[in-house]
């Protein structure tokens, strides 16, 4: 039986980091894989999560299982984070269930989708972050591509996306990143977002809203302002939420999926669809994690220390972009300053498959294939390496 199967082929993010990994090169830079590092290179366990962690384990005194839903206290205290205030006046439309990471969601929030209209497709950014492909089309939605980014101009194609939209037909799936675009870092302005949520509501089209960076671009209210925007034009609603990069909790899988249905009665079926395909795919969700964020967010001491560390990851973030921007454009002689007014941890530089290859075997300069950078990758110590080396490539 198994003889049948075919060799994978590997992971174009997971391939680059494992190349990076072998390189005994001390000059190399791992501008790969999207995870946030600090001043020294490493990927740090914020102060409150390292506290919350530790307090929570002397406490614990069992580890039985969660519901299918997850833990009520994580997944209320992350639904005040995404909605704010704004989900006073629609909280008993309000459906949540954790999942195992913000991939988690995402795929349960395709279920979802299957199991409510069978066939359906879902419209997604061109480019948009790769895993969304196989975590949503695995599930059985159909994906199409709308126009998000103009590479030649580095910049959105905002007219031609919205031209998209408008020739939607009632009920379409539209999946939206919240912020921080992946992989170009482009996010959407207010007034854009504006004439998004009247289209979505004029055109009765369903978001799914892709939220994994909030508090990383400008802040925790002016990430989510996109949902809260939304949520307030549309009568359905679909976010997963994940706890990867602003909680550093990568490997403990932590996530969240939030629906807004039209009323009390529709929201209650959602809530025991979720419960019911949740525990199809996983059976319970991890619950470390989550219970982390938990008292995070509910200790008042904790949740401040928490954003005051978010804050300077942020800061520290858009300050490398200057940074880099201004190093790239002295050393190619070409104008990078649209780095600047990307935001999160991606930009998606303008180089061929083949350079990018040459960028890694000649200058040990790791990166997607496609050109996306992690900004948090890039540090003073190395950016004249990795602006002038990028700027020889570029010349070729």
């Keep these: 039986m198994l003889e049948t199967l075919t060799r994978v082929p590997p992971d174009p993010i997971l391939g680059v980091s494992a190349a990076f990994q072998k390189d005994d090169t001390p000059k190399k830079v791992d501008l790969g894989v999207g995870v946030y590092k600090d001043e020294s290179g490493k990927t740090p366990i914020p102060r409150a999560v390292k506290r919350a962690e530790q307090e ?64 359906s497709s879902i419209h997604v950014s061109d480019p948009t972050w790769a895993n969304h492909v196989p975590l949503l089309g695995n599930a059985g939605l159909r994906l199409e591509k709308y126009p998000y980014y103009d590479a030649a101009r580095n910049a959105l194609a905002f007219d031609r996306m919205i031209e998209y939209f408008d020739a939607l037909s009632a009920g379409s799936v539209v999946l939206l990143h919240a912020c921080c675009h992946n992989p170009t870092g482009q996010d959407l302005d207010s007034s854009q977002w504006s004439a998004v949520a009247e289209i979505l509501a004029r055109r009765r089209l369903v978001p799914f809203i892709d939220l994994a960076y909030q508090g990383l671009g400008e802040d925790l209210d002016r990430d989510a302002a996109s949902i809260r ?27 969240l999926l939030a629906v807004l249905s039209a009323g009390s009665e ?56 200057t940074l880099l921007a201004d190093r790239l ?59 002038t080396g990028l700027a020889s490539v570029i010349r070729g």
């Excluded at 384990?57 to 639904?79: C, R």
């Excluded at 995404?82 to 008993?92: E, I, W």
């Excluded at 925007?229 to 996530?255: D, M």
């Excluded at 395909?277 to 967010?297: E, F, Q």
Aim: with cysteine; net charge positive; aromatic share 6%.
């Design 56 to 119: 929570m384990l002397a406490a614990q005194t069992s580890k039985t299982y969660l519901s299918p839903i997850g833990n009520p206290g994580f997944n209320a205290q992350v639904a005040g984070l995404t909605f704010g205030s704004d989900l006073v006046g629609r909280k008993g439309d309000l459906s949540l269930a954790q999942a195992p990471g913000g991939s988690g969601a995402l795929r349960l929030g395709a279920e979802l989708l299957i199991a409510a209209r069978p066939g």
């Design 329 to 387: 454009t002295e050393a190619s002689q070409r104008d990078f300053s649209w780095i600047k007014t990307q935001r999160g941890m991606f930009s998606r530089l303008p180089l061929t498959a083949d350079q990018v290859v040459t960028a890694r075997e000649a200058l040990h300069i790791y990166m997607a294939p496609d050109g996306r950078i992690n900004i948090a990758g890039v540090s003073p110590a190395n950016v004249e390496h990795v602006a």
């Design 266 to 321: 529709p929201a209650s079926i959602v809530s025991g669809q979720l419960g019911r395909l949740a525990r199809t795919l996983w059976s319970m969700p991890p619950d470390h994690g989550a219970a982390i964020v938990d008292r995070v967010l509910a200790q008042p001491e904790l949740r401040q220390d928490w954003m005051t560390e978010l804050r300077h990851m942020a800061n520290r973030i858009n300050s490398l972009r």
């Design 229 to 255: 925007l939304i949520a307030k034009a549309v009568p359905e609603l679909l976010v997963a939420v994940s706890c990867s990069k602003n909680f550093g909790l990568y490997r403990e899988r932590t996530g």
